[in-house]
């Protein structure tokens, strides 16, 4: 199954991962200065954005996630290992490609997984009940974020606490990716805290802005991930910085992934 993706610029690949109930759409504000210097590709994960979920049957476990893509990037005739970032869940995924040999690189920023038991059991419920909503009052909700100071204050916790900064047709277009994609469900279920990320050899750059109001410190345990793991807390990010600071995103990508 082909993933549907997103391309700008040349050189050695560069893959991009989003979060639960985004697209590639999330990378828009670094994707112009990551082209200058690669080739950056960013997919939409299975059952989000334009690629459909995996087939009836495959649950979108991390394992059968990370296969998908290989199958993908062989497709493209891209052979790993390749260097990746991503985010949230994203992030996630792009450690797990490390941990099975298919990363060059990884920088992840606010990745999901790197909880103990249960600190982050509020993270479902909270998706839930905003997803929720936003099927119930779609309207209401793109109405709401077309005002930059409701804008801020609805994308403060999931994705960042300067949503001003996001263009009110970037919002929309997050709030209908959040409330229609199919995959989202069984995708929130099969998430499961990462392990043995201490076999990952390959540099690592993890990164928790100090406004990341979504997965706080319980939910940034290093004990799973390699001592030779770069960690990172920038000042002014939040779970999505993306929008927050583009050119300071695009940097640490770049920096990492050297």
Not at 96 to 117: D, H, M, N, T, Y
Not at 144 to 153: E, S
Not at 172 to 198: H, K, M, Q, Y
Request: no cysteine; aromatic share 8%; charged share 20%.
């Amino acid at each position: 199954m082909a993933w549907h993706y997103k391309q700008r610029g040349t050189g050695r690949p560069l893959i991009l991962l989003h979060g639960i109930g985004m697209s590639s759409n999330a990378w828009k504000p670094v994707m112009p200065i990551l082209a200058a210097q690669r080739r950056v590709i960013a997919f939409d994960l299975p059952g989000f954005g334009r690629t459909p979920p995996l087939p009836a049957g495959t649950p979108p476990t991390a394992e059968n996630i990370i296969r998908s893509l290989q199958d993908s990037l062989h497709e493209m005739g891209i052979d790993e290992p390749v260097d990746f970032a991503g985010n949230s869940l994203g992030g996630y995924f792009a450690m797990e490609a490390a941990r099975r040999g298919l990363a060059r690189s990884v920088v992840a920023l606010s990745p999901g997984g790197l909880w103990e038991r249960d600190a982050s059991a509020h993270v479902k419920p909270l998706f839930r009940i905003m997803r929720k909503g936003l099927q119930t009052f779609p309207l209401l909700g793109e109405a709401l974020v077309l005002l930059p100071p409701l804008r801020m204050m609805l994308m403060a916790v999931p994705m960042t606490s300067q949503g001003w900064k996001i263009p009110a047709r970037d919002a929309i277009v997050s709030l209908r990716n959040f409330a229609r994609a199919p995959g989202f469900d069984d995708t929130l279920e099969a998430v499961e805290p990462f392990r043995d990320g201490r076999k990952i050899t390959v540099p690592l750059t993890v990164a928790f802005g100090d406004r990341d109001w979504l997965l706080t410190a319980a939910s940034q345990n290093r004990g799973e991930l390699p001592a030779h793991t770069r960690w990172l807390k920038p000042r002014g990010w939040g779970h999505v910085p993306m929008w927050d600071d583009p050119k300071g995103v695009a940097q640490l990508i770049i920096e990492g992934t050297r």
